[in-house]
């Protein structure tokens, strides 16, 4: 396992008590909600429309986040088809908002582009200028 994220960094975010169960440990839901939102601001740069999260492959913790860790949430672009679009989405915990990040999942996460009705659209070839 890499000891260094992969991709750009989308969310920075602070585990919250009202984010954990009574041990300390941050839900499970609330760091795959961060996820969701960062992969998300990924696909929507890059469609420049309106996107919806499809499905995403299994997940697996790695480590846990606990009250008052800092939650880093990176994203690289993978692949663009014609309507959707493949996110890789890894999180990491700064312990103690200052000690060292350890990484608690990653996950592919797939978007398609949709139009004002909800119905697939074309996700937008990037121009490239000379």
Known sequence: MSNQPHGNLAIRTLAMPTDANPSGDIFGGWVLSQMDI???????????CRTVT???????????????DVLSVYTELKKVGNTSMD???????????IGEMD???????????VDENGLPTPVLAIQISN
Not at 38 to 48: F, G, H, I, L, M
Not at 103 to 113: D, P
């Open 54 to 68: 499809v499905a995403l492959d299994a997940m697996s913790f790695i480590s846990p986040v606990k009250i008052g």
């Open 103 to 113: 990484k608690v999942t990653e996950a592919m996460f797939k978007f398609v582009a």
């Open 87 to 97: 996110i890789y989405v890894e999180a990491w915990a700064t312990r103690g908002r």
């Open 38 to 48: 960062a992969a998300s601001t990924c696909a929507v740069e890059r469609a420049q």
